[in-house]
């Protein structure tokens, strides 16, 4: 029997249009840049994914940006963005956010890992404000009042980067809806290939470059475009359909009933989360021995935390909540089977009762 994919949020398998699209754009030889026949077909492949990624997110094609993946988008949002302005980024957010505002001010989450809305609003008294915050927690689901902290940054005159990544294709999601200022994805989470990404941008707002080159992206993104991913990302973008996502949380909530009978805590618990999202903490277990545990039993999950030169660090998120031990995120995939559930629970309990006999786990 193959391997139980369970790690979508580090990255999606390739659907099938997205797979197709990106062949497609293989095939051409153009530079999208040129201006001969070879050249306008490759720039027809990268209109169409921008009017797709337009389209999906909301917003106008001239305003959505190609970078090289999530992280790019997220750096070029704080930095073009963020000139002359003071930062303000929330505890949770993904390191490559905290990474690219050193010395920004840190927003703290309420111990359900939402945002403290009191706290972002005492921190936006002062001269004018970038304020990064996610959409979806990339380790527990955790959805972040956005409409909440949009309302509250636009009284005070700052601007809202929202790094989407975990949420784009998940859950509904407009920029022009929202009323943000700035949207940054990723194509390999939306289900395309890995190596692409996209910052939307509000109409009209400017944008100092990161990369400087010869005039791509309107002069906002240095380097010839990577075409097969970006035409990948385009067309997983258009297939992606958040409605599908009732499918995943009763997967999810099979998951979480049993593993929860049995003793294990959910990060995020009575948050809104993301229909594929479980962050399980089984009480005593080491996460990276779960992990080495159910990968030898053929499913693959993650910690819940980033990992780094193979090993699995403290996770900051948790620790944000008020959480000392690390967990397992279970992440269920676009097309997750319909026995995921039973085959994740057969691994899990097979584990735990294990684990039980070596040292006490799952006591309160």
């Not at 790094?163 to 929202?178: F, K, M, N, T, Y």
């Not at 959480?323 to 559930?341: C, K, M, T």
């Amino acid at each position: 029997m193959a391997p139980l994919y369970l790690d979508a949020n580090a990255s999606e398998p390739l659907r099938p249009e997205a797979r197709a699209a990106a062949l497609a754009a293989l095939d051409l030889p153009g530079n999208p840049s040129s201006v001969h026949a070879a050249g306008r077909a490759a720039r027809q492949l990268l209109e169409r994914a921008r009017d797709q990624l337009a389209a999906r997110f909301g917003t106008a094609p001239a305003e959505v940006v190609f970078t090289g993946g999530g992280t790019e988008a997220n750096a070029l949002a704080i930095q073009g963005l963020g000139a002359g302005r003071r930062l303000l980024v929330g505890a949770t957010e993904h390191p490559a956010v905290l990474a690219a505002a050193p010395g920004a001010t840190v927003l703290p989450v309420l111990a359900d890992g939402r945002l403290d809305l009191a706290a972002l609003a005492a921190a936006l008294e002062g001269p004018p404000a970038l304020v990064c915050l996610m959409a979806a927690n990339n380790e527990t689901g955790v959805l972040h009042p956005l409409a909440e902290a949009v309302a509250l940054c636009r009284a005070r005159g700052a601007l809202l980067h929202v790094d989407a990544v975990q949420a784009a294709g998940r859950v509904p999601l407009s920029l022009a809806g929202l009323g943000a200022d700035s949207l940054a994805i990723s194509g390999h989470k939306l289900g395309g290939p890995k190596g692409a990404g996209a910052l939307l941008l509000r109409p009209g707002l400017a944008l100092a470059p990161l990369i400087a080159g010869g005039g791509q992206e309107r002069g906002r993104r240095g380097g010839t475009e990577a075409l097969p991913a970006i035409a990948g990302m385009g067309a997983a973008a258009a297939a992606a359909d958040p409605a599908q996502a009732a499918r995943l949380a009763a997967l999810r909530d099979a998951i979480e009933a049993s593993c929860l009978a049995q003793g294990a805590r959910l990060a995020g618990a009575g948050a809104p989360r993301l229909a594929n999202t479980s962050l399980l903490i089984l009480p005593g277990a080491p996460a990276e021995t779960q992990v080495i545990a159910l990968d030898l039993a053929g499913v693959q999950v993650s910690a819940g935390a980033a990992c780094s030169s193979g090993k699995v660090g403290r996770s900051h998120v948790l620790a944000a909540m008020g959480e000392a031990e690390g967990g397992i995120r279970v992440s269920l995939p676009w097309n997750a089977p319909a026995d995921a559930a039973e085959r994740f629970l057969d691994a899990w309990s097979a584990m735990r009762n294990r684990l039980s006999r070596r040292a006490p786990v799952g006591a309160k």
